[in-house]
């Protein structure tokens, strides 16, 4: 009996976990017995296997080959299994030493012809490696650059499974993978394109001072997507953590940009209306993939043509905005996928969406009720920001061809803004004023009650919700920081109830 170990990754949400491939040879009639929850890719890994084995230059095992995947309780998924156990299978035949391979993590899919191929979550998956104090690991050269993003771990990127043996007998070594520097990243819409639209510039501008929910709605080419899509450019690049963490769920999904293994900016989804729950949140079948809620962490989610998604779609939305993250629970397990974004809706203000606005309009009162009532009362009531955008009309275009603020110059007041809001929330673990729960705003930073008049008007007369109140507070407080107030006016409070009112009027 002939036993070899090696190790491999599996996922689990957007965090990796090791797994031990054990290889068994033993003296009866020749078969292939896999055990530990595999799914049907891994099972049929065992022909390609078979096939990059043999047309690698090696021998193929005729005897029984019972390979195990521990832990046996958790569900093995995907192809990233196939480099992991051909090098068990060689170094149980003794084709490859054993003492090579034991500490050894294999990340790879296998092709017919041994070639070795790029998978779906290296980043996490070596990450993982490293926590649980592996050396070295062995990619695919399309993985190369993403797993030499991680420090503390030596990465080797052979083509094939070929030059794999060849290192592990002695023969051509493999040099460590080397990462060349970052390309930069792109730069991304200017603000400075979008003509007039003061309201919709000011609140693009606070929505990204704080990191609030924003709904826009307007005719067609008031500039709503334009607007949106110059959000992220107003956003802080992310920090070396959370670049990590995004490249990392953007990984699992698939979606990392070709030639560029590491982001750096604010990313932005918008998804089609037509999305589904799957899509938009996460799941489908087999391994659980992030959706665009997901890949939009600490980035912008836009839904342009808000009302058209389903509501039930739409709903599901609500959960993750307030907790920041989202659980999708499967028979077989659930994965956590974190999901800060900041949500963008846009939208017409009736179904026949006339670009010259209510004069030209030929919808009921009772059509455009209809319409506004997709968009249900508690989701709105988690969107911090509504602004109405009127038509552009000739003499605003003409007026707004000279030098509009570019983004530039508004990212520099956004980047001062949270400055000083993370400075007043430095200990409690907060750093934009739209995630400050209410009752520590209130208590820990309140405003002064003769500011808050008008506010507690509409809580009165209904206008408002308690947590429509709290909302309003937020607003205040990034009002203030970008007026370089040390805390929220009279002034600071009526405009960012007016903000919040503004959709709700009309």
């Not at 190790?7 to 078969?31: F, K, T």
């Not at 750096?264 to 949140?281: D, G, I, N």
């Not at 010259?356 to 059509?367: F, Q, V």
Request: neutral net charge; hydrophobic residues 45%.
């Amino acid at each position: 009996m002939t036993l070899a170990r090696t190790w491999s990754v599996g996922l689990v949400g957007v965090q990796g976990a090791m797994v031990e491939i054990e290889v068994d040879l033993s003296s009866a009639v020749p078969q292939v017995v896999l055990v530990g929850l595999p799914d049907a890719v891994v099972r049929q890994s065992v022909d390609r296997v078979r096939a990059a084995i043999t047309n690698a230059g090696a021998s193929w095992p005729q005897r029984r080959i019972t390979i195990g995947l521990s832990p046996a309780s958790m569900p093995k998924q995907g192809s990233g299994f196939d480099l992991a156990l051909a090098v068990g299978i060689l170094a149980a035949a003794r084709t490859v030493p054993a003492a090579a391979v034991e500490d050894l993590v294999l990340l790879g899919e296998l092709g017919l012809d041994g070639s070795v191929r790029g998978i779906r979550g290296v980043l996490p998956s070596v990450l993982a490696a490293v926590r649980a104090g592996h050396g070295q690991v062995v990619v695919a050269p399309a993985n190369a650059d993403e797993a030499s993003l991680v420090t503390g771990i030596e990465v080797l990127a052979p083509p094939t499974l070929t030059a794999l043996v060849d290192h592990l007998t002695g023969g051509d070594r493999l040099h460590p993978h080397a990462r060349g520097p970052l390309p930069p990243p792109k730069p991304g819409p200017d603000l400075g394109d979008v003509v007039g639209q003061a309201s919709g510039r000011r609140a693009v501008e606070v929505a990204a001072a704080g990191g609030h929910h924003l709904f826009l709605t307007g005719p067609p080419g008031a500039g709503k997507t334009m607007l949106a899509e110059r959000l992220p450019g107003l956003l802080p690049s992310l920090d070396d953590e959370a670049a990590l963490e995004v490249t990392a769920i953007h990984s699992i999904a698939g979606t990392l940009p070709v030639g560029a293994p590491l982001i750096t900016r604010p990313t932005f989804e918008s998804p089609h209306h037509s999305a589904s729950l799957a899509a938009l949140v996460g799941g489908g079948s087999g391994q659980i993939r992030p959706g665009a809620v997901c890949r939009a962490h600490l980035g912008v989610l836009f839904l342009d043509e808000a009302p058209e998604f389903p509501r039930s779609v739409l709903d599901t939305l609500r959960q993750p905005l307030e907790k920041g993250q989202v659980t999708i629970q499967r028979a077989a397990g659930s994965a956590t996928f974190p999901c800060r974004a900041q949500l963008v809706l846009a939208a017409n203000p009736c179904p026949c969406a006339s670009a010259a606005g209510d004069t030209a309009c030929t919808c009921s009162a009772l059509e455009r009720r209809r319409y506004q009532s997709r968009l249900s009362g508690p989701l709105l009531d988690r969107i911090d920001l509504r602004v109405d955008l009127p038509p552009v009309t000739r003499a605003t275009w003409l007026d707004g061809l000279g030098t509009p603020e570019p983004t530039a110059t508004v990212a520099g007041r956004v980047a001062t803004a949270r400055a000083a809001a993370a400075e007043r929330l430095r200990g409690s673990e907060l750093s934009l004023n739209a995630h400050v729960p209410g009752r520590l705003l209130r208590d820990r930073w309140p405003i002064p009650r003769t500011a808050l008049t008008l506010v507690e008007r509409a809580l009165e007369r209904g206008a408002i919700s308690v947590r429509g109140f709290d909302r309003v507070l937020r607003v205040a407080w990034t009002l203030s920081d970008l007026a370089g107030r040390t805390v929220p006016g009279a002034d600071e409070v009526a405009e960012a109830l007016g903000m919040r009112l503004q959709r709700a009027a009309a």
